[in-house]
């Protein structure tokens, strides 16, 4: 895993679901309302506008969002876009092997 690093596991459903690499950043998510469960953080959301907003702010961190089909959150940002939700450029990242990350800006 990427050091100093947000990776969001889960934004298809409620709640959104992130794992946390690095004490600042573990702070920064506490403070905008994620809590911690197990090794992830999780924050529910209210509505989609609301899902959207705490969107904006990963993007703003600089997340990673988890690459995959079937609604991945890579999935998810593609399917926003077709919506016409403009979030403007964001990363991704996938693994080619257990050791092997790679992170690309959509």
């Not at 998510?29 to 959207?52: A, N, P, R, W, Y």
């Not at 876009?81 to 690309?104: L, V």
Request: avoid cysteine; charged fraction near 25%; glycine fraction near 6%.
């Amino acid at each position: 895993m990427p050091n100093d690093s947000i990776i969001v596991i889960d934004i298809a459903g409620n709640p959104i679901k992130i794992r946390v690499f690095g004490q600042n950043l573990i702070d920064k998510m506490k403070l905008i309302g994620f809590s911690t469960m197990d090794q992830f953080m999780i924050l529910s959301v209210h509505d989609d506008e609301d899902k959207q907003r705490v969107i904006k702010t990963l993007i703003n961190e600089n997340a990673l969002f988890l690459y995959g089909h079937g609604w991945y959150p890579s999935e998810v940002m593609e399917y926003y876009k077709e919506q016409k939700n403009n979030f403007g450029k964001y990363k991704i990242i996938y693994w080619t092997d257990i050791d092997t990350y790679h992170i690309e800006e959509r």
